[in-house]
């Protein structure tokens, strides 16, 4: 059976983010979504963990998602656009792939008017990736660690999709023209 470590790292973050956001369900407004995207990080992790990575030529795939994750997450992202009062942007599933896909987390570009949303896109584009290297050098034996870099993010994301909204309304503004 070939897991690959990708894949195990992968599954770590599955497990990780999932204990994130059951912490946030007591009383949350949706506590109803968040339990399901709960229940679909479990089955990205099981997938991480017991589907094999395809072989090609004698040669292990270490870039492929199991289908049944890539659904799973999937369907993550859906409820996260889908639900906006879980709070929980859709981007944050990325990390779990992150170890296959070896690509970063893509946030749009803002292009705000006001030099203030100016300088705090850029503190949270800063905050954000410095966050998500500390998760990409952590290891994946170490939950506790994991648990609090991916904590970070759900709320710093959460922090960029508010200010995307601010600078949309004030860069819509006449005056800004």
């Not at 709070?87 to 946030?107: E, G, K, M």
């Not at 803002?110 to 949303?117: A, F, K």
């Not at 410095?130 to 952590?138: F, G, V, W």
Request: aromatic share 4%.
């Amino acid at each position: 059976m070939t897991i690959t470590a990708a894949a195990v790292d992968a599954a770590a973050r599955a497990h990780a983010l999932a204990y994130v956001l059951l912490s946030r369900t007591p009383l949350h407004p949706a506590q109803d979504v968040l339990m399901q995207m709960v229940e679909h990080l479990d089955t990205a992790a099981l997938a991480f963990e017991t589907d094999e990575a395809p072989v090609m030529d004698g040669i292990t795939a270490t870039n492929t998602t199991p289908i049944d994750a890539g659904m799973a997450l999937m369907q993550c992202m859906a409820l996260a656009t889908d639900s906006p009062v879980a709070d929980i942007a859709d981007q944050v599933f990325y990390y779990v792939t992150a170890p296959i896909s070896r690509r970063p987390v893509d946030l749009p570009q803002l292009n705000p008017v006001s030099t203030q949303h100016a300088r705090q896109e850029g503190r949270l584009r800063t905050q954000i990736a410095l966050a998500a290297h500390d998760l990409d050098t952590s290891s994946p034996a170490d939950l506790t660690t994991r648990i609090g870099y991916l904590a970070l993010l759900v709320d710093l994301h959460r922090n960029f999709a508010d200010l995307t909204a601010s600078v949309e309304v004030d860069n819509a503004c006449p005056c800004n023209r």
